[in-house]
């Protein structure tokens, strides 16, 4: 659960760099957002979360 709190906060971040700095209209924003809830909604919700679940595995097995 901790992972799902981080990555959510680090697209918002991202997010509101994209409408600060990069000129992302808000309006885009908006419709990125409720994209991301009907695909939470989906049949492919759990391969979405077992995709991103593996990368940050594989990324935090990475030792520098």
């Given at each position: 659960?901790?992972?799902s709190?981080?990555v959510?906060?680090?697209?918002?971040?991202?997010v509101?760099?994209?409408?600060?700095?990069?000129?992302?209209?808000?309006?885009?924003?908006?419709?990125?957002?409720?994209?991301?809830?009907?695909?939470?909604?989906?049949?492919?919700?759990?391969?979405?979360?077992n995709?991103?679940?593996?990368?940050?595995g594989?990324?935090?097995?990475?030792?520098?």
């Amino acid at each position: 659960m901790a992972l799902s709190i981080s990555v959510v906060v680090l697209l918002a971040i991202v997010v509101f760099l994209l409408v600060r700095k990069s000129g992302l209209k808000a309006g885009h924003a908006v419709v990125c957002m409720l994209l991301g809830f009907y695909l939470a909604s989906s049949s492919i919700a759990p391969t979405i979360k077992n995709v991103t679940t593996n990368v940050a595995g594989v990324l935090g097995g990475f030792h520098f």
